[in-house]
């Protein structure tokens, strides 16, 4: 079934409107100022607005699908509004689908203050009608609770208009009214209380929009003239490129415009320096106090990568579904090992366990591209300082990628991606500030 372009984009704007209530309470950032009482009201309006807008045109678009024949009646010419609300309301009740006349009320109430919030001016008769359904008739005075049967009359109105392409007109009819539970249709009102946990995933977050925001002007710089990373080549001497090899050039060309000072890139050093000091902030909190130090990183780094440990046996699954207690671990591990490996039970089982924790303290590869190649191409100066850095993001991801394979995927880690940055790292350390290549 092909979803109408403006059924879509409605639809995604009312999903972004209720997000962006929720990033706003819950902003670590955020003060409890004096407007805060207003916060509501103003999601209200905007909801308001975009909510007659999804309905009318859901209507439009699903009388083509209506087993019953009841939409058709929101469209007569030639009436108003409250007509042709009661309109609809009555051809739903004579199919036989007991809707919940409430729902139309607010319905009819929210598309008058709909109106009065696009028009910016009152109608005598509209501003009656929302008085009498408990709406306050001045739109600064909008609370959550109106937020509620806002979101409320428009989850119940959807559903209704749903209801008409699936609803059988010869199959008994339900006596029992159909109505959308309030706990399904609440806003939710997060009190953007942090918890301790909740900074590490912060400064996470912060070091993931850093890499992107350099990462977006390092590509702008490598298709600027001075600096196109394809100049003198033909499009056969790029077809016979491999992948990490046009990487190469990529980044290289890039690292030639820091290291000239070209300004869109040179603009981002204080940036690269707040991300170095967000890193190492993260290293100590999130990964030396989970209780990864670099010694026991390098420890079982050594376990999964000796030629004597098997990552195929299927019982390393059950280091990846839960939490092993050391003592069944040291078991299961000695239950699958043979006894002439060079490594003991303790030493793998806290392999898994450190691997696990790998996994949880960094993700992703974001310390890695960010710290090997992002900033020693903004801030060539300082590439050593970054790129030693890198070292110690690489063993954790390294980590993280050995445990993940053997315990999901009963394979042994094998990444030419990650190497290639730890190469890149390497040579733009050797080259520091030198000529190009």
Not at 35 to 57: H, K, N, Q
Not at 89 to 102: H, L
Not at 121 to 139: C, M, V
Not at 257 to 279: P, Q, S
Request: hydrophobic share 40%; aromatic share 12%; proline share 4%.
């Amino acid at each position: 079934m092909n979803v109408s372009e403006f059924i879509d984009s409605y639809s995604d704007d009312l999903i972004y409107i209720h997000e962006a209530r929720s990033a706003l309470l819950t902003h670590p950032l955020r003060g409890d100022y004096a407007f805060w009482e207003y916060l509501d009201a103003s999601f209200c309006r905007i909801l308001a607005v975009f909510m007659i807008g999804a309905i009318e045109t859901m209507l439009e678009s699903w009388r083509g699908r209506d087993r019953i024949g009841v939409l058709n009646k929101y469209f007569i010419k030639n009436v108003s509004n409250d007509e042709r609300v009661d309109s609809l309301y009555a051809a739903f009740c004579k199919a036989g689908i007991q809707v919940d006349k409430q729902v139309f009320e607010d319905y009819l109430a929210i598309k008058y203050l709909r109106n009065t919030i696009v028009h910016g001016r009152w109608k005598e008769h509209e501003k009656k009608w929302l008085d009498s359904r408990g709406f306050p008739t001045d739109t600064r005075k909008l609370s959550k609770e109106h937020l509620d049967r806002i979101e409320s009359a428009y989850q119940n109105m959807m559903f209704y208009i749903f209801r008409t392409s699936v609803t059988d007109p010869n199959a008994p009819k339900p006596a029992k009214l159909v109505k959308l539970a309030e706990t399904v249709t609440q806003c939710a009102d997060p009190t953007g209380i942090l918890k301790f946990r909740d900074v590490n995933r912060i400064i996470w977050n912060n070091l993931g929009r850093i890499d992107a925001h350099i990462y977006t002007d390092i590509k702008k710089t490598v298709v600027a003239k001075r600096y196109d990373w394809t100049q003198r080549r033909s499009q056969v001497d790029l077809e016979t490129l491999s992948p990490e090899e046009c990487k190469r050039l990529f980044y290289f060309a890039a690292r030639r415009a820091g290291e000239e000072g070209y300004e869109h890139l040179v603009r981002h050093r204080d940036l690269a320096k707040e991300a170095l000091a967000f890193w190492r902030e993260y290293w100590q909190r999130a990964v030396v106090s989970s209780g990864l130090n670099e010694g026991r990183i390098q420890r079982a780094l050594q376990v999964f990568a000796n030629p004597h440990f098997k990552p195929e046996i299927p019982e390393w699954s059950v280091f990846g579904i839960r939490e092993v207690p050391e003592r069944d671990a040291r078991q299961l591990v000695e239950s699958v090992l043979r006894g002439d490996e060079p490594f003991t039970s303790e030493q793998v089982a806290d392999a898994f366990q450190a691997g696990k924790l790998a996994y949880k303290v960094i993700p992703n590869i974001i310390p890695v591209a960010l710290f090997t190649v992002r900033l020693p191409i903004v801030d060539p100066a300082d590439t050593i300082i970054y790129v030693g850095e890198a070292t110690r993001a690489v063993q954790v991801f390294k980590l993280n990628r050995m445990w993940y394979e053997c315990v999901e995927c009963h394979r042994s880690f094998t990444d030419a991606g990650l190497n290639f940055y730890i190469q890149l790292g390497q040579e733009f350390a050797q080259r520091l500030c030198g000529p190009s290549g």
